[in-house]
T-cell receptor, first 113, second 115 residues
Framework: DAKTTQPPSMDCAEGRAANLPCNHS???????VYWYRQIHSQGPQYIIHGLKNNETNEMASLIITEDRKSSTLILPHATLRDTAVYYCIVRVASGGGADGLTFGKGTHLIIQP | DADVTQTPRNRITKTGKRIMLECSQT?????MYWYRQDPGLGLRLIYY???????NKGEISDGYSVSRQAQAKFSLSLESAIPNQTALYFC??????????????FGDGTRLSIL
């Protein structure tokens, strides 16, 4: 799986959009970008994933650059409950080969009141 | 995620003891995983199972064993616990039958301390 680089921490004001960047310059054509978050030692929670098109769901939006070397997770109206460590993970779609997620250290997002 | 249940939630034990952590799921997923997390670090994969008859080692399987007793149950054993296995352990599931990109769903974790 390709390596990802994320800032170790970020702050965002409550009610504002939180934009979390992720660099994955060695991503392969068949690798997806996944985002998970972990709130205070709870189990990680899936947020969103994408291949090359931008994606949006009820939790967030994912913007992937045209060259696919970086992406941004957007939480449109951050609340205090969004304070968590956010992990950007790049991996191939599972299909019989090695499976599992490779977690880095992620970005600790702190939402300020 | 209440659909993935881990027991016990907390466990303190002594070096050399045999320990079993259990995971059960009601999601009907075929794939199950065990991860460990050390303080300040991301999760690392210990073992994973594609189905009842398919068990695979992950990144850090030494010192651990697993058993997939049924599609819904996947247990992790430490045959002879040592202090550096003190960590937070997570079970996860995924369903590969709909799309191979299905995300993983995690339990709430087991906090294991080995003295």
């Amino acid at each position: 799986d390709a390596k990802t680089t994320q800032p170790p921490s970020m702050d965002c004001a409550e009610g504002r959009a939180a934009n979390l960047p992720c660099n994955h310059s060695t991503i392969s054509g068949n690798e997806y970008v996944y985002w998970y978050r972990q709130i205070h030692s709870q189990g990680p929670q899936y947020i969103i994933h994408g291949l090359k098109n931008n994606e949006t769901n009820e939790m967030a939006s994912l913007i992937i650059t045209e060259d696919r070397k970086s992406s941004t997770l957007i939480l449109p109206h951050a609340t205090l409950r969004d304070t968590a460590v956010y992990y950007c993970i790049v991996r191939v779609a599972s299909g019989g080969g090695a499976d599992g997620l490779t977690f880095g250290k992620g970005t600790h997002l702190i939402i300020q009141p | 995620d209440a659909d993935v249940t881990q027991t016990p939630r907390n466990r303190i034990t002594k070096t050399g003891k045999r320990i079993m952590l259990e995971c059960s799921q009601t999601k009907g997923h075929d794939r199950m995983y065990w991860y460990r997390q050390d303080p300040g670090l991301g999760l690392r994969l210990i073992y994973y199972s594609f189905d009842v008859k398919d068990i695979n080692k992950g990144e850090i399987s030494d010192g651990y064993s697993v058993s997939r007793q049924a599609q819904a149950k996947f247990s992790l054993s430490l045959e002879s616990a040592i202090p550096n296995q003190t960590a937070l352990y997570f079970c996860a599931t995924s369903d590969s039958r709909i799309r191979v990109t299905q995300p993983q769903h995690f339990g709430d974790g087991t906090r294991l301390s080995i003295l």
